[in-house]
T-cell receptor
Framework: DQQVKQNSPSLSVQEGRISILNCDYT??????FLWYKKYPAEGPTFLIS?????DKNEDGRFTVFLNKSAKHLSLHIVPSQPGDSAVYFC??????????FGTGTSLTVIP | DSGVTQTPKHLITATGQRVTLRCSPRSGDLSVYWYQQSLDQGLQFLIQ???????AKGNILERFSAQQFPDLHSELNLSSLELGDSALYFC??????????????FGPGTRLTVL
């Protein structure tokens, strides 16, 4: 039962352009969402989060958008840099309980 | 470097065997989480310990067990191993200082291969 889905296993973007990573969820009780970034041979590292009371959160080049009615969130990276090449996981939680992770999207930023 | 350490990095064993994975959380973190990442799967939450006590349980098989010791390090025990248990096992820690949501810091993972 995959409550958090990332339907695009991979994405390639030219350096300097916008990268948009998408995530869908099924549980309407989720109230907190995060994005993690993972490089090979390393554990995931926290990138950005958003609470369900907001629809946008921005941190430098990274912006997360939340559309609660569509049960959809997206991560925008502008401008994309080669160092952003990694696997990105979205995760969601309800009321401080366990986090449910998506299967990840592998982003390649082409120089 | 997240400050979370996991040993061993790699483990190769045979079906039916038992292994122990070890995790040392970041200094000051009271919570430890275990996750399993199988091929083409997301991170599946297994179990959480907080200050030595089990706090939450996810999709953890009965063949698997964990504990957190007084020095806050944690061990995940996997027994009667099956081929399908081959996966990356991540440990994460968080401070859990009364804040509802705590950022989790992940270790580099242990890659388990069951032959």
């Amino acid at each position: 039962d995959q409550q958090v889905k990332q339907n695009s296993p991979s994405l390639s973007v030219q350096e300097g352009r916008i990268s948009i990573l998408n995530c869908d969820y099924t549980n309407s009780m989720f109230d907190y969402f995060l994005w993690y970034k993972k490089y090979p041979a390393e554990g995931p590292t926290f990138l950005i989060s958003i609470s369900s009371i907001k629809d946008k959160n921005e941190d430098g080049r990274f912006t997360v958008f939340l559309n609660k009615s569509a049960k959809h969130l997206s991560l925008h990276i502008v401008p994309s840099q080669p160092g952003d090449s990694a696997v990105y996981f979205c995760a969601a939680s309800a009321f401080g309980n366990q986090f449910y992770f998506g299967t990840g999207t592998s982003l390649t930023v082409i120089p | 470097d997240s400050g979370v350490t996991q040993t061993p990095k790699h483990l190769i064993t045979a079906t039916g065997q038992r292994v122990t994975l070890r995790c040392s959380p970041r200094s000051g973190d009271l919570s430890v989480y275990w996750y399993q990442q199988s091929l083409d799967q997301g991170l599946q939450f297994l179990i959480q310990y907080y200050n030595g006590e089990e706090r939450a349980k996810g999709n953890i098989l009965e063949r698997f067990s964990a504990q957190q010791f007084p020095d806050l390090h944690s061990e995940l025990n996997l027994s009667s191993l099956e081929l399908g248990d081959s996966a990356l096992y991540f440990c994460a820690s968080s401070v859990d200082a009364g804040v509802e949501y705590n950022e989790q810091f992940f270790g580099p993972g242990t890659r388990l291969t069951v032959l």
